[in-house]
């Protein structure tokens, strides 16, 4: 009981690897944002920043970061979005950052849900106009939260470097020691539970449009989970592999192929009724 107990401690320390330093700011960067703090179900506050489009925003993207620090060492990913005419929106979720608590599953999600509420209920921007990016541990956050419960003005969803379920990936970091890959399926049964698994809501996400993008060298995330992602999702969806790419690296470089055609795949889901 005790080693069972041992080793679900460090499953938890897997997926929830949060901290407080405050990496980088928006303004450093000449981005204007505003701080903001709202609330979770169980009254937890959360804390985030709204960065306004330049000129006239095209809708909002919600961005959903991953499990290590906090966001703002994750909003580099997506600091450029504001300056391609879309309004950002980056929070942190429990025991992250300036947001209070400690990192839970079940307090995670519904974190999740409430920044999308969050945003839905936002004065001065478009409901209607919605877009959600979730990278590696916040794809799977954003994909349990989007396909658990309907969100009218969510008008494309964009999920980068995600697993499928949290008990695959926990196998799969099992397979890779070798006194214990044997064992791996019980083991990843015994040690974490299966609770708002991307494979288990994905499907739930169509009819909005769907994009899935993996890198084909991941380390992290093998690109396997991608790939099962995108077979369990309906129409409409579109996966895009990124040849020689490595975990969440789609956007890192400025002259990126990959920041056009996400602009670009955001901008035909707005036209779309």
């Given at each position: 009981?005790?080693?069972?107990?041992?080793?679900?401690?460090?499953?938890?320390?897997?997926?929830?690897?949060?901290d407080?330093k405050?990496?980088?700011?928006?303004?450093?960067?000449?981005?204007?944002?505003?701080?903001?703090?709202f609330?979770?179900?169980?009254?937890?506050?959360?804390?985030?920043?709204?960065?306004p489009?330049?000129?006239?925003p095209?809708?909002?993207?919600?961005?959903?970061?991953?499990?290590?620090?906090?966001?703002?060492?994750?909003?580099?990913?997506?600091?450029?979005?504001?300056?391609?005419?879309?309004?950002?929106?980056?929070?942190?979720?429990r025991g992250?950052?300036?947001?209070?608590?400690?990192?839970?599953?079940?307090?995670?999600?519904?974190?999740?849900?409430?920044?999308?509420?969050?945003?839905?209920?936002?004065?001065?921007?478009?409901?209607?106009?919605?877009?959600?990016?979730?990278?590696?541990?916040?794809?799977?956050?954003?994909?349990?939260?989007?396909?658990?419960?309907?969100?009218?003005?969510?008008?494309?969803?964009?999920?980068?470097?995600?697993?499928s379920?949290?008990r695959?990936?926990?196998?799969?970091?099992?397979?890779?020691?070798?006194?214990?890959?044997?064992?791996?399926t019980?083991?990843?049964?015994?040690?974490?539970?299966?609770?708002?698994?991307?494979?288990?809501?994905?499907?739930?996400?169509?009819?909005?449009?769907?994009?899935?993008?993996?890198?084909?060298?991941?380390?992290?995330?093998?690109?396997?989970?991608?790939?099962?992602?995108?077979?369990?999702?309906?129409?409409?969806?579109?996966?895009?592999?990124?040849?020689?790419?490595?975990?969440?690296?789609?956007?890192?470089?400025?002259?990126?192929?990959?920041?056009?055609?996400?602009?670009?795949?955001?901008?035909?889901?707005?036209?779309?009724?």
């Amino acid at each position: 009981m005790a080693l069972s107990l041992s080793c679900q401690g460090c499953v938890s320390g897997l997926f929830y690897q949060p901290d407080r330093k405050l990496y980088d700011t928006p303004d450093k960067h000449g981005l204007k944002y505003e701080e903001v703090f709202f609330r979770s179900k169980d009254g937890t506050q959360l804390g985030g920043w709204f960065l306004p489009a330049v000129g006239e925003p095209k809708g909002t993207v919600i961005h959903f970061h991953g499990n290590a620090q906090n966001m703002s060492a994750h909003f580099g990913f997506v600091s450029w979005l504001p300056a391609q005419g879309f309004n950002l929106f980056v929070f942190d979720y429990r025991g992250y950052g300036t947001s209070a608590g400690k990192a839970t599953r079940d307090g995670v999600h519904e974190d999740s849900l409430a920044a999308l509420d969050y945003i839905a209920a936002r004065p001065g921007i478009d409901h209607n106009r919605l877009l959600v990016l979730g990278q590696s541990l916040g794809g799977a956050n954003a994909i349990a939260a989007v396909g658990g419960r309907p969100h009218p003005g969510i008008r494309a969803v964009v999920i980068e470097s995600a697993f499928s379920s949290y008990r695959e990936i926990v196998r799969d970091k099992i397979a890779a020691i070798p006194l214990l890959s044997l064992l791996r399926t019980p083991l990843s049964g015994l040690l974490i539970g299966n609770d708002y698994s991307p494979d288990a809501t994905i499907a739930a996400i169509s009819p909005t449009p769907l994009l899935i993008i993996h890198g084909t060298d991941d380390n992290v995330i093998p690109v396997s989970h991608g790939k099962r992602l995108f077979e369990l999702a309906r129409e409409p969806k579109q996966l895009w592999t990124v040849e020689g790419g490595g975990h969440i690296e789609a956007f890192v470089d400025a002259g990126s192929v990959y920041r056009r055609r996400l602009v670009a795949f955001f901008e035909n889901a707005l036209i779309k009724p």
